[in-house]
């Protein structure tokens, strides 16, 4: 792995950053151990890395030994579908895909038709939501 692209698009189901989703953990490990990144057990089996400044976290899934999500944060600069960044009001990613929808709990949006990713938003002071993160999974 030879650095993150925070300029490449974020693909649904398959990757950001230049990462890909799905790839063996012990395929980059070495690199993001040898570049003193600190990991983070968020459960037994799931482990995440902080990349870069914080603008890409890393998720392995542990039993199966695999990347299998990437989430974009402040800092990261590429889009999902063409229009939808990080930082931005979640009423302009609507405009730009009206098939988003909130999930239950309240703090995510995702599109049916298109599956693979979550965009998570967070309250502002002046109470608009803005995109927090955007997260690409394997289905």
Request: hydrophobic fraction near 45%; aromatic fraction near 6%; charged fraction near 30%.
């Amino acid at each position: 792995m030879s650095g993150i692209d925070l300029d490449a698009d974020i693909v649904p189901a398959r990757g950001l950053g230049g990462l890909v989703l799905g790839t063996r953990a012990t395929d980059i490990l070495d690199d993001l151990l040898s570049k003193g990144i600190e990991r983070e057990w968020v459960s037994q089996t799931d482990l995440r890395y902080h990349l870069g400044d914080g603008e890409v976290e890393a998720g392995f899934w542990v039993p199966e030994g695999r990347l299998n999500r990437l989430t974009a944060r402040e800092g990261y600069r590429g889009r999902l579908l063409g229009a939808i960044a990080v930082g931005m009001p979640i009423a302009l990613a609507i405009l730009a895909e009206p098939r988003l929808r909130r999930m239950p709990r309240g703090d995510a949006f995702v599109c049916d038709a298109i599956p693979g990713f979550a965009i998570e938003v967070r309250r502002v002071e002046s109470g608009e939501e803005v995109i927090d993160g955007i997260a690409v999974f394997r289905d």
